[in-house]
């Protein structure tokens, strides 16, 4: 870096005087420069004495300002600014809930966005682009709640499990109490006896009587 009058400055840690076009600045608010052999040794003893720490300080013992990683790229070796940028991203996910994509070939790792008065359950995920419900942390259940899929059996999640569920719900089928095979009523009474022989109430899904108190369909 040259002053005013032509003059080449000294790099900030060794001393030693800089060209013009050899002088890296480190940080947008900091006046220091360094020769690129202390800046890439700087920045590369912070990286590894701090477990890794991502906010990587002006190396002037005057300065409290913080180095920019993408100022600094043109003085660091390829492996050492890649370790630097991989701490920044790690440091975004600390203090944060973490997630990954419920898919198992992909298993990207995201961070869960807590904020907010509404609860986003559509996700897409970043790494593969196929979309996962958030809170369920499943592949996405169109057309069913999560109350509804946490009510599923294991067996019964599948894409065309899932349809069939937004049918019954569509149609107002209900479920038999006892084998949870669905009943469609077209006409009738509330009697129902499904196909396991359990007989029951269309209209609250109880075990059939001739009395229903608080039926909502009686």
Not at 3 to 24: F, K, R, T, V
Not at 112 to 135: N, Y
Request: charged share 20%; hydrophobic share 35%; with cysteine.
């Amino acid at each position: 870096m040259a002053g005013a009058d032509g003059a080449a400055h000294p790099c900030s840690i060794c001393m030693e005087p800089m060209a013009p076009g050899a002088a890296h600045r480190g940080g947008a608010a900091c006046a220091h420069a360094f020769c690129a052999a202390c800046l890439s040794g700087h920045v590369r003893a912070k990286l590894e004495s701090g477990g890794g720490a991502a906010v990587v300080r002006c190396p002037d013992a005057s300065c409290a300002g913080a180095l920019d990683a993408e100022l600094c790229r043109g003085a660091l070796p390829s492996e050492v600014f890649e370790r630097w940028c991989a701490a920044l991203c790690e440091s975004l996910f600390l203090g944060a809930r973490r997630t990954y994509c419920p898919f198992p070939d992909c298993s990207e790792m995201m961070v869960a966005d807590d904020g907010g008065e509404e609860c986003v359950t559509q996700s897409e995920c970043q790494g593969c682009r196929r979309l996962f419900c958030a809170r369920c942390l499943v592949p996405w259940h169109a057309g069913v709640s999560c109350e509804e899929f946490a009510r599923l059996g294991e067996g019964e999640r599948a894409r065309e499990d899932l349809l069939l569920v937004e049918a019954a719900r569509e149609g107002n089928w209900k479920r038999c109490p006892r084998c949870r095979f669905y009943v469609e009523k077209s006409s009738g009474c509330l009697h129902i006896t499904c196909r396991c022989g359990f007989e029951f109430c269309y209209g609250c899904s109880k075990p059939w009587a001739l009395i229903h108190d608080g039926c909502p369909g009686a």
